[in-house]
């Protein structure tokens, strides 16, 4: 079973910055579209952002403009810069590879990195 490990979650002030990195313990971003998505308390996950094996990009309305999906096959880690950070990004943010739709992903859920904006 693949083993996704987001890292790069802190706490920083709005308008900050911030960089995720998700590695997989195998090549399934190599063969797989990529997604992140977030979970605030008492709301339900969302996603914020896919890249496909293509490498098109699609972004949440919320984060568009601000957050930048990519990814390094060969390091088999996708990664998420967040710019511009406001107190509404705050949640744990996970990565999975999908096939089709990011509504089905292909790798267990990780521990997630918790990103917190204060304001």
């Known amino acids: 079973q693949v083993q996704l490990v987001e890292s790069g979650g802190g706490l920083v002030q709005a308008g900050g910055s911030l960089r995720l990195s998700c590695a997989a313990s195998?090549?399934?971003?190599?063969?797989?579209?990529a997604a992140w998505y977030r979970q605030a308390p008492g709301k339900q996950r969302e996603l914020v952002a896919a890249i496909t094996r293509g490498g098109s990009r699609n972004y949440g309305d919320s984060v568009k403009g601000r957050f930048t999906i990519s990814r390094d096959v060969a390091k088999n880690t996708v990664y998420l810069q967040m710019n511009s950070l406001k107190p509404e990004d705050t949640a744990v943010y996970y990565c999975?590879?999908?096939?089709?739709?990011?509504?089905?992903?292909?790798?267990?859920w990780g521990q997630g990195t918790q990103v917190t904006v204060s304001s």
């Open positions: 195998g090549s399934i971003f190599s063969v797989n579209s």
């Open positions: 999975n590879a999908y096939r089709g739709s990011t509504d089905y992903v292909l790798g267990s």
